[in-house]
């Protein structure tokens, strides 16, 4: 439980079905040069720092679950997802350290003594650092339209797939850097994270990363 409990809050991602998910978009026809593009950017990006809005819907509830808070990444394999509202939580992961944080207790452990942690670890990680074509747990399809290339990743792993379905990672064309990651749990749920007002390569103190 406590596993799946950080899953969902952790990626924090929307899923369109399959049919959404391609709706208004083609499939990219030159696909290496796509992943130049991808790698380019990634290469060049050392840090950012973002607000980020997250939609949950729940099959069991009517209206959405909306969180707000502060996202920031920095190389190499450095996260922080601080939410603000409507209650405090932190969660930081520093190369292969994970602590979360709550306003009761704090939880520190190795990705490396949880599989699915640690492919977790690496798919969020992937996601801004735009190495996610290369992770091999999962297939991948691009398509893009005038706004947007979307990742749609689909889990190969049995233990993956009792988590997640597919994950749909928008990239803005203007700067090929995540506007919303997406995520269809087995249940139906789903759950949408959008970053807004993107900084990159700014100063973020080590601190921030510290892991106790």
Do not use: H, W
Not at 121 to 126: F, L, S
Not at 158 to 181: A, P
Request: hydrophobic share 40%.
């Amino acid at each position: 439980m406590f596993k799946k409990t950080i899953v969902l809050i952790f990626f924090s991602c929307l899923y369109f079905n399959a049919n959404a998910q391609v709706d208004g978009y083609k499939a990219v026809s030159d696909v290496e040069g796509f992943k130049k593009k991808l790698a380019n950017s990634a290469n060049a990006t050392q840090s950012i720092r973002s607000n980020f809005v997250q939609e949950k819907n729940l099959s069991v509830l009517s209206e959405k679950i909306v969180s707000k808070g502060e996202f920031a990444f920095k190389k190499q394999n450095m996260v922080r997802m601080e939410y603000k509202l409507p209650f405090k939580y932190l969660m930081v992961i520093n190369q292969d350290k994970v602590m979360i944080k709550d306003e009761q207790k704090t939880n520190s452990f190795s990705s490396k003594s949880n599989k699915l942690f640690a492919v977790i670890n690496n798919i969020v990680v992937d996601c801004v650092q735009g190495t996610a074509l290369m992770n091999k747990d999962f297939s991948s399809k691009i398509f893009e339209n005038d706004k947007y290339f979307l990742l749609v990743l689909t889990p190969q792993k049995k233990e993956l797939k009792e988590f997640f379905t597919t994950i749909s990672i928008y990239l803005d064309k203007n700067d090929i850097s995540v506007y919303k990651m997406d995520m269809l749990e087995p249940t139906g749920d789903n759950t949408v994270i959008t970053f807004l007002n993107k900084e990159f390569n700014v100063n973020i103190p080590d601190a921030e990363f510290i892991i106790n």
